[in-house]
């Protein structure tokens, strides 16, 4: 069965960086797009990013391009998400997805998430 597990979480400072991996398993992994997506307290899931199958197109939205960066290891089934210039509105669970379709944010599998505290 599809798993996603997600690590790396924690708390950081404003400003500081924390790095998400995202391992996968019970999929061909590299012929799927991958998506980002987080959901902070009393607010619903906000897509963060989502990267092509082959790593050849990245996308971001408004509210972290510039401060976080998508990438994947096929050959290693894994997924990231490095976030650099954190802010406390960052604060929140984030999850890595499955793609369906064209859709960067349509998801058929989703991981159990990893929490992210940004607070000084």
């Known amino acids: 069965q599809v798993q996603l597990v997600v690590s790396g979480g924690g708390l950081a400072q404003p400003g500081g960086s924390l790095r998400l991996s995202c391992a996968a398993s019970?999929?061909?992994?590299?012929?799927?797009?991958m998506s980002w997506a987080r959901q902070a307290p009393r607010k619903g899931l906000e897509w963060v990013s989502g990267?092509?199958?082959?790593?050849?197109?990245?996308y971001y939205a408004d509210s972290v391009e510039g401060r976080f960066t998508i990438s994947r290891d096929n050959a290693k089934n894994t997924l990231y998400l490095q976030m650099n210039s954190l802010k406390p509105e960052d604060t929140a669970l984030y999850y890595c997805?499955?793609?369906?379709?064209?859709?960067?944010?349509?998801?058929?599998?989703w991981g159990q998430g990893a929490q992210v505290t940004v607070s000084s």
């Open positions: 019970g999929f061909t992994f590299s012929r799927y797009a």
């Open positions: 990267i092509y199958s082959d790593g050849s197109d990245t």
């Open positions: 997805a499955k793609v369906v379709g064209a859709n960067m944010m349509e998801y058929d599998y």
